[in-house]
């Protein structure tokens, strides 16, 4: 992770243990070599990165993208109602202001997005509300919006049937809050 963009540097952990072991020129256990060796290869990466980019429905701020269900008929995604730069202008922006009266100005665009987001989730497209968590959870100031994250990404994840990834952001979500008090 590098100011909030992800590159993805293994298939899965036991590529990025092969990896990271030859970067450190130390021996693997024969057992576990092969089965890594069998496992993953660098053009398996390449095969996964190319049949996820198929897949992808929108980019987000850490240019992973997001993948969720389409239906033929459209139904599964709509895109957000601001751009990516403009939210990323409005999440800025609203650290560095004085008052709750202009960082209400500023995010009005933002909490409106969010409004959208509950009639998008009552017409089964999931994609905008996972759209809008994964880009402030993604973004520089995401600290400061561990409440809106809170209430977007698990629901969002729930939603799309991904229930392991629900709790685990409530308990990233619930540590996060803590630690700010």
Known sequence: LYKGILTPVAVDLLDLIRILHKKQKSPLPKDLDELIEKHASNNEL??????????VVAKTFNK????VPVSKQDVGYRPLTVSYSELDHMLTKSCQVQTEKEKDKILAPFDECINYIQFADDEC????????AMCVFSHKESRNFIG???????????????????KIMKRICEKEENSCL
């Open 64 to 67: 992973m993208g997001i993948v």
């Open 46 to 55: 390449k095969k996964v990165e190319t049949a996820r980019r198929k897949l």
């Open 148 to 166: 809106t994250i809170s209430s977007l990404l698990p629901l969002a994840y729930h939603l799309l049937g991904r229930t392991l990834f629900s």
């Open 125 to 132: 497209d999931y994609g905008m509300g996972f759209e809008l």
